[in-house]
């Protein structure tokens, strides 16, 4: 199914106090930002000093060893988590400087999340799952039957609209929660290892998908990954260690 491509907007407005200065291309843009954790009298820093950009329509990968800081950087980026210090932002808006009732909304109708364990509701339909965050968002029930039927024609399920969770198989079950991170058409995707339970023929029809959807609906895309194949299909790489990127790999 071809889709056009379109620029993401977001509907919220910026409340940064002017002391960054965020590049408007940019989907992301992070400026020394730092994650602290006390234990104790030490300090673990998850994160310690991050200064990065992604530019609209890009697919990033983020590599690194367990404990390097991905799920972290993801977590600040998603609006998941606040950091200790620096900003995040977000279509140029200051996501850090949100009240929690903002984050959420954020999260709701700007960012979507692909999960390792797809976090599907067993009891919910394909097409139930998918249309579970158009409900929350309050759209109406014409627009919430267009946006499933297009997301699960999109990654191929036309026919397993119908199915559970248990009747799918674990690629199947990925892909509804593709369609359904997708249902509030968000300005960015984040992706949190959405291999990582999967074989590698089925790793790779996922990937693929997101390729599609980067190129096709000119999808911003910030993914997680331990594989190294993976990794490449992306843009560009980024490497993390120590909660720092110590390399940067252009792949197209």
């Known amino acids: 199914m071809k889709l056009k491509k379109k620029e ?3 509907s919220f407005v910026n409340n940064d106090d002017g002391q960054y200065k965020p590049d408007p291309n940019s989907m992301i843009h992070v400026f020394d930002l730092k994650k602290i954790y006390k234990m ?12 990065m950009k992604v530019p609209r329509g890009e697919f990033v990968s983020v590599m690194g060893p367990s404990g390097s800081g991905k799920t972290t950087l993801l977590n600040m980026i998603g609006a998941l988590d ?25 999260r709701l109708r700007n960012i979507g999340f692909i999960f390792q364990f797809y976090n599907l509701v067993p009891v919910l339909t394909a097409y139930e799952n998918v249309e579970l965050p158009l409900i929350f968002a309050e759209q109406p029930e014409e627009e919430r039957t267009k946006r499933v039927k297009k997301f699960l024609e999109l990654v191929g399920l036309k026919d397993k ?8 198989s674990g690629g199947e079950q990925q892909r509804v ?32 998908i997101l390729r599609s ?13 331990h594989d190294p194949v993976v990794g490449k299909l992306a843009d560009r790489l ?4 120590d909660g720092k990127i ?6 197209k």
Do not use: C, W
């Open 238 to 241: 980024l490497r993390m260690r």
């Open 40 to 51: 104790g009298d030490a300090e673990v820093r998850a994160l310690d000093g991050i200064t």
């Open 82 to 106: 606040n950091p200790s210090s620096g900003a995040v932002f977000i279509n140029g808006i200051n996501v850090s400087n949100m009240k929690e009732a903002q984050q959420t909304n954020l």
């Open 161 to 168: 609209m119908d199915h559970l969770p248990a009747e799918l």
């Open 213 to 225: 959807l980067n190129k096709e609906l000119n999808q911003t895309i910030l993914m997680v990954t």
């Open 177 to 208: 929660a593709i369609a359904r991170s997708l249902a509030n058409e968000p300005a960015l995707l984040i992706a949190d290892e959405p291999t990582g339970e999967l074989d590698t023929k089925m790793g790779r029809e996922i990937i693929n």
């Open 8 to 10: 993401k907007e977001s």
């Open 246 to 251: 110590i390399n940067e790999i252009k792949l």
